[in-house]
């Protein structure tokens, strides 16, 4: 089995301790508790989606910025340290709303900062291709900002029923941002993003689209315009190892389906698929159908892996909920087709919060 040692090829004559993982709040003094050299990785907090009804359409929130520097330390070293706070998923009654953004992480030592922005909040009135942007990131040797949420082709007051996932953290510069919804389809969630590719977009012209999250090591499937062809979800992001290992693999998740729940009885909720989404991966898009919509028609849209995007959620009933990050990504946006605001029991997805990581590849 790997080891960070093993991995980066870490120098010293002691072993090297496992990464430490902050997620301190508020400010506060880290020291260093050995000698050598660190590579610190600082991700801001993921914002939270968006959520509409009536048939309308809204956006996932963007994920935090990522910065990576390298330091030499001694175990009399301090620095400060402040990680983000992920955007709160909103709904739950409200006739619609946008998403919370995410706060930034920061850590600083000596005369160095580094700063991962938060994501911004998912669009309850996107335009015509608008995103809610990833956070910026500043002042390491490698500086990324975060995946974007899905954007639709549409002015939001088109009546399409359609809802994006959120970006995933942006490890390694890649196109991390959740899944497009494109054409005319009527009823689309996309997925979310992974560290390794974005999440799925729709460009079917048909009914009921649901596309996978973006895997550790690649982006989720498309759904191509085939026609009249109703009823389509796409398989998620491949996985594979990435960025460092520690006792195991990290960063190997293979991105979430996309799913859809089809009931014919008005009596009740739908029960809805679960999946456990793998580290690195976004989860995939959920469409709740239910042929007596006004009846139930609530699906509840599975977690992101860690640094993933969330789903989103697209329900022809009255509720659920937008798939949520766990750290890092951004939250699922959520849309119902059930318009009147008493009877609306849905959230969007809660946006990831930041953290900061402490790697040690040099031991003295």
């Given at each position: 089995m790997g080891t960070t040692s093993s991995f980066f090829g870490g120098g010293g004559g002691s072993p090297l301790p496992e990464p430490e993982w902050l997620f301190q709040k508020s400010s506060y003094t880290y020291t260093f508790p050995y000698d050598g050299v660190v590579r610190v990785h600082v991700i801001g907090a993921g914002g939270s989606g968006a959520v509409q009804y009536q048939s309308y359409q809204c956006t996932g929130g963007g994920a935090g910025g990522y910065s990576r520097k390298q330091f030499t330390v001694?175990?009399?070293?301090?620095?400060?340290?402040?990680?983000?706070?992920?955007g709160k998923g909103v709904g739950n009654g409200s006739a619609n709303a946008n998403g919370v953004a995410g706060t930034n992480s920061t850590f600083v030592l000596s005369s160095t900062t580094l700063t991962a922005n938060g994501g911004s909040a998912g669009l309850q009135y996107p335009g015509a291709n608008a995103r809610a942007a990833g956070g910026a990131a500043s002042g390491g040797d490698i500086n990324y900002t975060g995946g974007s949420s899905g954007s639709t082709n549409f002015q939001y007051n088109n009546q399409y029923n359609r809802a994006t996932g959120g970006g995933g953290v942006n490890f390694f510069n890649l196109d991390v941002n959740g899944g497009d919804a494109k054409n005319g389809s009527q009823t689309i969630a996309t997925g979310g993003g992974g560290v390794g590719g974005k999440g799925g977009e729709s460009n079917n012209n048909t009914e009921f689209s649901a596309t996978g999250g973006g895997g550790s090591a690649g982006p989720a499937e498309d759904i191509a315009n085939d026609g009249n062809v109703q009823g389509r979800c796409s398989a998620g992001g491949q996985g594979g190892s990435r960025l460092f290992l520690f006792n195991g693999a990290f960063l190997d998740g293979v991105g979430g389906r996309g799913l859809m729940s089809h009931v014919t009885s008005g009596a009740g909720r739908i029960s809805s698929p679960t999946e456990n989404i793998g580290i690195g991966a976004g989860s995939g898009g959920l469409i709740a159908i239910n042929d007596y919509t006004n009846?139930?028609?609530?699906?509840?849209?599975?977690?992101?892996?860690?640094?993933?995007?969330?789903?989103?959620?697209?329900?022809?009933?009255?509720?659920?909920?937008?798939?949520?990050?766990?750290?890092?990504?951004?939250?699922?946006?959520?849309?119902?087709?059930?318009?009147?605001s008493s009877s609306l029991r849905r959230m969007s997805g809660a946006g990831g919060d930041g953290v900061v990581i402490i790697e040690y590849i040099e031991r003295s």
């Open positions: 001694t175990s009399s070293t301090t620095a400060t340290v402040t990680t983000g706070v992920g009846e139930g028609a609530e699906g509840f849209t599975p977690m992101a892996g860690l640094f993933g995007g969330g789903g989103a959620l697209a329900s022809e009933g009255p509720g659920g909920m937008g798939g949520s990050a766990s750290l890092g990504g951004g939250g699922g946006g959520a849309v119902t087709k059930v318009s009147s």
